[in-house]
Nanobody
């Protein structure tokens, strides 16, 4: 089983920046796509950005040009650099990773517990 631990959330003023980190841990696994989702109160969880093991990225339209996702494959860690934050970015941010055991084909998905990001106006 792969566990994900997020860090870096907090309270920031509109226009500010935050950097989220998420590290995957376990044994004998290979991580594929990693991503960040968010869920605001009363809303469904939505994809913010994701990145493949080869570095291909995808962003929600609402964050394009403001957020940057990156990863360190050697450390099985994904980052989300958030700039130009807006009050509507306030949500719990969840890390997500697709992974498989070494030399196995079946893929699994793990989720982190989430980290709160609050943007004040």
């Amino acid at each position: 089983q792969v566990q994900l631990v997020e860090s870096g959330g907090g309270l920031v003023q509109a226009g500010g920046s935050l950097r989220l980190s998420c590290a995957a841990s376990g044994s004998a696994f290979s991580v594929h796509t990693m991503g960040w989702y968010r869920q605001a109160p009363g809303k469904q969880r939505e994809l913010v950005a994701d990145i493949t093991s080869g570095g291909r990225t995808m962003y929600a339209d609402s964050v394009k040009g403001r957020f940057t996702i990156s990863r360190d494959n050697a450390r099985n860690t994904v980052y989300l650099q958030m700039s130009g934050l807006k009050p509507e970015d306030t949500a719990v941010y969840y890390c997500n990773a697709d992974w498989s055991l070494l030399k196995a084909l079946q893929e699994f998905t793990s989720w982190g517990r989430g980290t709160q990001v609050t943007v004040s106006s």
